[in-house]
């Protein structure tokens, strides 16, 4: 059982693994896919979590990591920098915060403080791979940075990290069905149905057992009252209508024919 587990984890990282490399593949190619790639990798990296096995989901958050780079990520690295900060490791940190069973305020702060000082890093050594170059973002923000990142940020993480709870739960049900019966819906257990009795035969071979035990005991079972009546009302030799039995009127008639051969007898 153990076994079948670790495999089915190994494969549930394998393929959450993929996805999210491909996510971030396509966000490295084509700069305006970048924020939503990383969503939609990060999303990919809860599958093996949903399976309640944390170190699968870090191992698979390492692998995506260094695929990303080899297929793409290499000619862009700081582009990859706000998933591996922070969106790549989000599941993981959620996936803690249930383990330990934090309180909700306390742990949104300090993902909240976490998500900000991201940003912010990505704004001081990334931003020109995220923003028009041509155009100079820190002259228009200037010191409201700050003002925009602890703000606007802290709204967006709400509600981003209220969605990705809400799919992880999602998706715990799905892998948890899947890792049962493959997402099939369970039958219903007949108590009195065996494994033999796929084509019927011992419900016919049952029948046959009790109709024969039946029979047997019968035989063996004295009769009653009135079926002994009749058994010796069947046993009786015939009667004739008038209340005489046959046996009488034979011995009587043979009686009559000896007495009339002696009277002829002594006729003569």
Not at 156 to 172: E, I, P, S
């Amino acid at each position: 059982m153990k076994l079948k587990r670790n495999s089915f984890i190994i494969a549930l990282s394998g393929v959450s693994c993929a996805l999210a490399v491909i996510f971030l593949t396509l966000g490295n190619w084509f700069s305006f896919l970048t924020l939503a790639c990383y969503l939609l990798a990060s999303a990919a990296l809860m599958l093996p979590l949903a399976a309640d096995s944390r170190a699968g989901g870090l191992i698979a958050y390492f692998a995506t990591v260094l695929l990303g780079f080899l297929f793409g990520g290499i000619w862009t690295p700081w582009r990859m920098f706000l998933f591996c900060i922070f969106f790549g490791l989000h599941p993981l940190a959620n996936s803690l915060q249930n383990k330990w069973n934090l309180n909700k305020w306390i742990a949104f702060a300090v993902k909240a403080v976490w998500f900000d000082v991201s940003l912010w890093l990505t704004w001081e050594f990334a931003y020109e791979y995220f923003f028009d170059a041509s155009v100079n973002w820190v002259e228009l923000i200037g010191n409201w940075i700050f003002l925009i990142i602890g703000l606007g940020g802290t709204v967006f993480f709400f509600f981003y990290d209220w969605a990705m709870r809400r799919l992880q739960g999602v998706l715990n049900v799905y892998v948890r069905r899947l890792r049962r019966g493959k997402g099939a819906a369970k039958r219903p257990s007949s108590p009195e149905r065996r494994v033999e009795d796929v084509f019927g035969l011992e419900d016919r071979s049952e029948d046959r057992k009790e109709g024969a035990s039946a029979a047997q005991g019968a035989a063996e079972r004295p009769p009653a009252e009135g079926e002994r009546g009749t058994e010796e009302k069947r046993d009786d030799p015939p009667q004739r209508e008038d209340g005489r039995d046959g046996q009488a009127d034979g011995e009587r008639e043979e009686k009559e024919k000896r007495e009339d051969r002696k009277k002829n007898g002594e006729d003569s």
